[in-house]
């Protein structure tokens, strides 16, 4: 049985922050780096976790962020948009930056939406909507990708993975909380079926000629597909148009001709909408949260399981015994420490 070893969360996170502070990013971006890659790995979201520091480490050393930025409020007034520009770093600083004040918007408005421009994306949309259900809202995240997924009846990439996220509080409880990519898999999912040499399951991508494949090699180099087919094309269609043409970002078959490789993390935009159900309801009867109690006991009444659950429990094993690693995964957190980005050169 392969060797593993197990840590505190702590002892993690102070690991991944040096790997990026060894690689030139300040304070503020290795640190929010470092918070979303530990959430991911306590949460057992492997795809998600330290499989993706060399992606951002390869972004980092191709230039295509800066590793040093400071992300910048640049809302004016008290309207309901909040407007942070990440100034070309990454998007996690953006949000933890924009949250305080997006959460006070909602509370006075009923609803507010942060708009993050210029930044890079690398990570799940989850924590973003979690942080607003810990405030008592309830949240939606988007963003677009690169081209890497097919829309539906086309044969070429153009559409992004383009993720959404939703989230809705509940108290004393886990928030219900969903998060998926519009494409049928994670790209990541396939790069981690790749690495296992494991074929991919029937009706998630295509090949360079448009040819249902379950070869990841070839599933990289041609497309993925749309979730849901048609429907799954639409939202993602809509991801792109909300969250890059809307708030004047770049679409994903921009980031791809910027970027030209998608060995790299994505530059785009991203939007994040908040509600306050409180304000919602106000002058109607009954509390909202109660009442969606009573629709969420329904869901588990019929023996179906709410999302996230499988997370939940992977959190509360990892709070209880700790995060465990592999003999594989220990050895690449040694490397990227020991050699920064000349790991990825």
């Avoid at 009442?291 to 969420?296: Q, S, T, V, W």
């Amino acid at each position: 049985m392969p060797a593993t070893t197990t840590m505190p969360t702590v002892t993690l996170h102070e690991r991944v922050e040096a790997i990026f502070k060894k690689a030139g990013l300040n304070d503020i971006q290795a640190g929010a780096l470092a918070r979303v890659i530990v959430a991911a790995e306590r949460d057992a979201c492997k795809s998600h976790g330290i499989y993706r520091i060399e992606g951002a480490l390869r972004t980092i050393r191709a230039e295509k962020v800066v590793p040093d930025a400071v992300p910048e409020l640049v809302q004016q007034d008290h309207s309901a948009i909040v407007r942070v520009n990440a100034r070309r770093g990454f998007a996690n600083p953006a949000f933890e930056l924009g949250l305080p004040v997006l959460v006070e918007r909602t509370r006075a408005l009923g609803l507010a939406a942060l708009v993050i421009n210029d930044c890079t994306h690398f990570s799940a949309l989850w924590p973003e909507v979690e942080a607003l259900t810990g405030h008592g809202l309830a949240g939606l995240a988007m963003c677009p990708s690169y081209s890497t997924v097919a829309p539906a009846g086309g044969n070429k990439p153009l559409l992004g993975t383009n993720p959404m996220a939703f989230g809705w509080p509940r108290a004393g409880r886990s928030p219900y909380v969903f998060d998926f990519a519009t494409s049928v898999a994670a790209r990541g999912e396939i790069e981690l079926h790749r690495r296992a040499g494991k074929r991919l399951p029937e009706g998630w991508a295509i090949d360079a000629e448009g040819q249902p494949t379950t070869d990841p090699d070839a599933a990289l180099a041609g497309a993925m597909l749309p979730f849901g087919g048609h429907k799954g094309s639409a939202i993602s269609t809509m991801i792109e148009l909300l969250a890059g043409v809307m708030i004047g970002d770049l679409i994903s078959p921009q980031v791809l001709d910027y970027l030209g490789s998608t060995t790299l993390a994505p530059p785009h935009g991203e939007l994040v909408i908040a509600f306050s159900p409180e304000v919602f309801a106000k002058g109607r009867d009954g509390n909202p949260l109660e009442r969606a109690e009573a629709l969420f006991d329904a869901i588990a009444g019929q023996g179906a399981r709410l999302p996230s659950q499988r997370r939940y429990a992977a959190r509360a094993r990892s709070e209880m015994d700790g995060i465990t690693l592999t003999e594989a995964e220990m050895e690449q957190l040694d490397r990227l420490l020991a050699l920064g980005l000349e790991a990825v050169a």
